[in-house]
């Protein structure tokens, strides 16, 4: 069982260069998340998926994009990487909003010269 | 808006020792809670979840939590550590809005 699978691992990216993170679930989750963590901040979230179909912003958008492809996917694009964005990125699914506990892929760690 | 507060960013304990990690909280609904262990270069893997049944939660690697309601706390307990448990820890809350908010982490070391 997969579970939740983040491509790739890790990237090294110049500035204002653009990459997409690949996510994908395998358990019929409906929804998806993205989340970046940096050391003494814990994890902040940067869009989520509630459903198919729909995305929302979290707390530190701006920078980012996301596409809910299908049920078992979701992306996240960096547009124009700045060197802020250096983070270890981890995409997350559930099965309903907020109750069950998030599954989380391995992370993709990124960092921005 | 929910927030969560973890007192201690290092604890330090010795094999055998009870590991205590506190969790505080605020929420403007009644809150899901959740503790989160992490292993380095690992994702994060649910411990235990708390949604309103009992106070009172067993999760996996013997650890359980105890939610309290009159003072916002859901804090993390082990008697007994063990070598494996070091990694680092996080508490996180839910108003069932979809979104959980976590906590900063705290990081355990065991002493042989």
């Known amino acids: 069982n997969a579970g939740v699978t983040q491509t790739p691992k890790f990237q090294v990216l110049k500035t204002g260069q653009s990459m997409t993170l690949q996510c994908a679930q395998d358990m019929n989750h409906n929804s998806m998340y993205w989340y970046r963590q940096d050391p003494g901040m814990g994890l902040r979230l940067i869009y989520y998926s509630a459903s198919e179909g729909t995305t929302d912003k979290g707390e530190v958008p701006n920078g980012y994009n996301v596409s809910r492809l299908n049920k078992r996917e979701f992306s996240l694009r960096l547009e124009s990487a700045a060197p802020s964005q250096t983070s270890v990125y981890f995409c997350a699914s559930e099965e309903t909003g907020g109750r069950d506990g998030y599954t989380f892929g391995s992370g993709t760690r990124l960092t921005v010269v | 808006a929910q927030s969560v507060t973890q007192l201690g960013s290092h604890v330090s304990v010795s094999e055998g020792a009870l590991v205590l990690l506190r969790c505080n909280y605020s929420s403007s609904v009644p809150p899901y809670l959740f503790w989160y262990v992490q292993y380095p270069n690992q994702g994060l893997q649910l411990l235990l979840k708390?949604?309103?049944?009992?106070?009172l939660v067993k999760g996996i690697n013997g650890f359980e939590a105890e939610f309290k309601k009159s003072e916002t706390s859901f804090h993390l307990t082990k008697p007994s550590a063990h070598m494996s448990d070091a990694a680092e820890y996080f508490c996180a809350v839910s108003a069932n809005d979809y979104k959980l908010s976590f906590g900063a982490g705290t990081t355990v070391t065991v002493r042989a």
């Open positions: 708390y949604t309103s049944a009992a106070t």
